[in-house]
């Protein structure tokens, strides 16, 4: 896939075709285990760079713009170790 996006603010790193295979099987409802992990890997780490130093020197926008994405990353980071309910134990996620 081609881009013409250039800021590095608004890219975002290439998949690979495993990755990509991932992606689309859940999407479909069709992902097995590892596709699954992999796919929820791509979408916290590469996407949304979640685990990143989020800071653009001399660019409030920018730093305000790549933390928002960061945001998203942490927030499933966040509900993966939540419990869903009261009757389940925290931390059941088998995604770390």
Do not use: C
């Not at 495993?18 to 590469?46: F, S």
């Not at 989020?54 to 933390?67: C, E, H, R």
């Amino acid at each position: 896939m081609h881009s013409s996006i250039t800021d590095p603010t608004f890219l975002v790193p290439e998949l690979n075709v495993e990755e990509h295979v991932a992606l689309k099987a859940v999407v479909n409802g069709e992902g097995n285990e590892y596709q699954q992990k992999l796919a929820m890997k791509v979408i916290v780490d590469k996407f949304s760079m979640a685990n990143d130093l989020l800071y653009i020197p001399d660019s409030f926008d920018k730093t305000a713009f790549i933390n928002g994405r960061a945001f998203v990353g942490n927030k499933i980071k966040l509900y993966l170790k939540k419990p869903a309910s009261k009757k389940e134990p925290a931390n059941v996620s088998k995604t770390e």
